[in-house]
């Protein structure tokens, strides 16, 4: 079981429930998480914009596959790599560019997935996502609109959690990456993105050229970029807990601070000042720390 909670400024009053709630101060925001994982370790959250303060977020990259699933009356507003698009939902891969979301009276369940499990549980390699957001319903067609439809229909946080868990257990063909493609992701985010690249092929006992190959098709990046974008999400949590960028830097081995400049720019199209300082609006914080808490990687 897990517990709820609703957070008034100074105060919280914890009883136990199915899952776990959490209300942003001001009353303008339900959040919920289950209290046991999806299939495959998927991670799921799920929020409402009970204030009417719309849904604005700034969206960088993350080590896993995320799938978005509006259910409200009014949809979300996407600016990605596509252009501006209105869409019920997504899905978005590691190779995501920095994106905007926004949406009125927004109801959202979204699910992180590590792309280990990416490609069954959700018929599609990570690589064929590109750089922006997938519409659900180019995904998963007419399906696609009637998970929408019992979400909008289900009266608790716990029946929308067991609607989408059975949704992704009806996808899930149970296959897997290779087995030197799982070690060598799983090396990337054991050292926190500080791996020596050139050493993943000899360690998996593959050539340079088939360990590229292979782990770009069935993860959606090379094991650089990839490994990048580990260190960056790293240090993204540290920035966020107000560090400041010389020391993350060195936490986190950049070769300087230079060098952490360029991969933030790279990933979110800001530097690191301003992401700390920009991080402002709460459902953005809210949804930070909800990962935080509920998104780990299996390994």
Not at 137 to 157: F, H, I, M, Q
Not at 232 to 242: I, N, T
Request: charged share 25%.
């Amino acid at each position: 079981m897990g517990t709820r909670c609703t957070a008034r400024p100074r105060t919280c009053t914890v009883e136990t429930v199915g899952v776990e709630f959490g209300r942003v101060p001001g009353g303008s925001w339900d959040f919920a998480s289950p209290a046991t994982p999806g299939p495959g370790g998927a991670a799921l959250i799920g929020y409402r914009d009970t204030g009417g303060g719309g849904l604005e977020l700034r969206v960088a990259g993350v080590a896993a596959v995320t799938v978005l699933i509006e259910f409200g009356e009014h949809g979300l507003l996407i600016d990605d790599a596509g252009g501006r698009r209105a869409l019920g939902g997504f899905v978005a891969g590691l190779p995501l560019d920095a994106m905007r979301i926004r949406g009125e009276r927004a109801a959202c369940v979204e699910v992180r997935v590590s792309p280990l499990r990416a490609y069954s549980l959700l018929g599609i390699s990570p690589r064929d996502l590109g750089r922006g957001a997938v519409a659900l319903e180019d995904l998963w067609g007419p399906r696609a609109v009637r998970l929408r439809e019992r979400l909008a229909a289900a009266r608790t946080w716990d029946e929308r959690f067991t609607v989408t868990k059975s949704f992704l257990v009806e996808n899930d063909s149970v296959r897997s990456p290779d087995p030197q493609v799982v070690e060598s992701w799983h090396r990337i985010v054991g050292s926190g993105g500080r791996v020596r690249i050139g050493a993943l092929a000899e360690s998996v006992g593959w050539s340079h050229k088939r360990l590229w190959g292979r782990f770009e098709a069935q993860i959606g990046l090379t094991p650089k970029r990839a490994a990048m974008l580990v260190r960056f999400r790293s240090a993204v949590d540290e920035l966020l807990a107000g560090r400041p960028a010389a020391e993350v830097a060195v936490a986190c081995g950049y070769a300087d601070q230079a060098h952490l400049c360029r991969d933030v720019s790279i990933f979110t199209e800001a530097t690191p000042g301003s992401l700390s300082a920009n991080y402002l609006p709460l459902i953005a914080r809210h949804r930070y720390r909800a990962w935080g808490k509920f998104f780990q990687d299996p390994v």
